[in-house]
Nanobody
Framework: QVQLVESGGGLVQAGGSARLSCAAS????????MGWFRQAPGKEREFVGA????????YYADSVKGRFTISRDNAKNTVYLQMNSLKPEDTAVYSC????????????????WGQGTQVTVSS
């Protein structure tokens, strides 16, 4: 079955950077828009950003705009989330998700999910 596997999480100091990767398998990667979501303890899952199938367009939540960048490499079936100027409020489990054809901003619009990777930003 389809697999999405995130990596790159960990403990980061405030103001620092981290890069998450999401490797996809068993799907035609270039047919899927990819999204990143996060969920902090006690909070609902929230949209972070998304990228269209060919990487030409990206979309971001206001809370991360200007600090986070999404990119993808369709030859490697991988999507990335570059996070700069991290803040303690960015602490969450970050998950990637795949949606056939179209970009979405809501979790229930996505077809497949990774297991998530923890990012903890210390102050």
């Amino acid at each position: 079955q389809v697999q999405l596997v995130e990596s790159g999480g960990g403990l980061v100091q405030a103001g620092g950077s981290a890069r998450l990767s999401c490797a996809a398998s068993r799907l035609t990667f270039s047919s899927y828009a990819m999204g990143w979501f996060r969920q902090a303890p006690g909070k609902e899952r929230e949209f972070v950003g998304a990228i269209n199938r060919i990487g030409a367009n990206t979309y971001y939540a206001d809370s991360v705009k200007g600090r986070f960048t999404i990119s993808r490499d369709n030859a490697k079936n991988t999507v990335y989330l570059q996070m700069n100027s991290l803040k303690p409020e960015d602490t969450a489990v970050y998950s990637c998700a795949a949606r056939l054809w179209l970009v979405g901003t809501k979790p229930n619009e996505y077809d497949y999910w990774g297991q998530g990777t923890q990012v903890t930003v210390s102050s």
